[in-house]
């Protein structure tokens, strides 16, 4: 069994992210093999101390766990498809973001041609690669994750959730959809205020404070979610939750009401099937259950 930090690991794909996986590796001492489909990205890596491969086949034979950082699931096919044989008894990390299943896809290819198979989501942009705050999620084999750790640890803390291939990207995606929207919501408010001449450095200021204290309600609206019990006492109502003057004004002003408008969309559906009296994480099921 190799040291801790003498475990070899090939990484395919040199972009922003590949590259700043592979210089975790090589400064924690792994011997790095690296290979990008467009040649010439390698070089600070290079003399850094990792080797490049002169193609994707020897990348994959020079080491046992092979990392594939490349731009989306269809690459990984394209790249990976000509050589499964030369795969075969590796173990395979793939961190490219992908729906669910797709990555369930890829396992049972992986599977089928031999490969043990481990899949990630990076919640990191790779400024953060081997800093604080960086996290991967893995879900897939479970002696896979535990024979990597020495490599996957160089990266951020990392956190397995199960077998099912699936549940890291879902995890991933999940995440990323509360940030998306909560991204969108403040541009939203930007140009809001943005009407009054307030700059978006201003409304940040005021902004950034008052999500952050709203993530507060996130533990008791997962309650009420998990519960069902959506009329319990106490909860703010959806009637209540009426988005309509918000929608007016950004009308008024006008601006595109899009993202405050699909907010009071889910929210007039429940409130149009009799439930306008419960409380506005109600609005989950508008949510679970789409428009035909
Ligand atoms: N960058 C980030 O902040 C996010 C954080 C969360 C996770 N993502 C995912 O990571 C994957 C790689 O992202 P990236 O930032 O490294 O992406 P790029 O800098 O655009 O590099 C893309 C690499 O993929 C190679 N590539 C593209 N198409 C192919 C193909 N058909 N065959 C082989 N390689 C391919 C590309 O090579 P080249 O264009 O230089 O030849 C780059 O190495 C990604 O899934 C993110 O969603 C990053």
Redesign the pocket.
């Known amino acids: 069994m190799p040291e801790p930090a003498d475990l070899p690991v090939t990484v ?8 700043a996986l592979a210089a975790a590796t090589v400064v924690a001492g792994h011997p790095t093999t690296v290979w ?3 040649p010439g ?1 390698a070089g600070a890596l290079v003399a850094g101390g990792a080797r490049e491969a002169v193609s994707v086949r020897d990348a994959v034979t020079a080491s046992p766990l092979v990392v594939a ?4 699931h ?2 990984v096919h ?2 990976l498809d000509p050589v499964a044989d030369a795969l075969a008894g590796r173990t395979l990390v793939n ?4 729906t669910p299943e797709e990555s369930r896809e890829l396992a049972a290819w992986a599977g089928s041609h031999g490969v043990t198979y481990l899949d990630g ?6 400024g953060m690669i081997g800093g604080p705050g960086a996290e991967v999620l893995y879900s897939g084999s479970r002696a896979a994750f535990d024979a990597a750790r020495p490599v996957l640890d160089t990266w951020g803390e990392s956190t397995w959730f199960g077998e099912d291939p699936g549940l890291a990207p879902l995890y991933d995606l999940a995440l990323l959809a509360g940030m998306y929207a909560m991204f969108a919501g403040f541009f939203h408010g930007v140009a809001m205020v943005g009407t009054a001449g307030v700059s978006a450095g201003d409304f940040a200021r005021r902004a950034a404070p008052w999500l952050a204290a709203m993530t507060a309600e996130l533990a008791d609206y997962a309650d009420v979610i998990d519960r069902r019990d959506y009329d319990a006492p106490g909860q703010q109502s959806l009637e209540f939750s009426d988005l309509s003057d918000m929608v007016r004004a950004s009308e008024e002003a006008g601006l595109a009401p899009g993202v405050v408008a699909a907010v009071q969309t889910l929210i007039r559906r429940q409130v149009e099937a009799g439930h306008g009296r419960d409380g506005f994480a109600r609005v989950v099921e508008s949510i679970r259950t789409p428009e035909p």
Request: charged share 10%.
């Open positions: 395919l794909g040199l972009g922003a992210m590949g590259t990008n489909r467009t990205r950082v490349l731009l989306d269809a690459s394209q790249t961190l490219v973001t992908t989501g990076i919640m990191a942009v790779p």
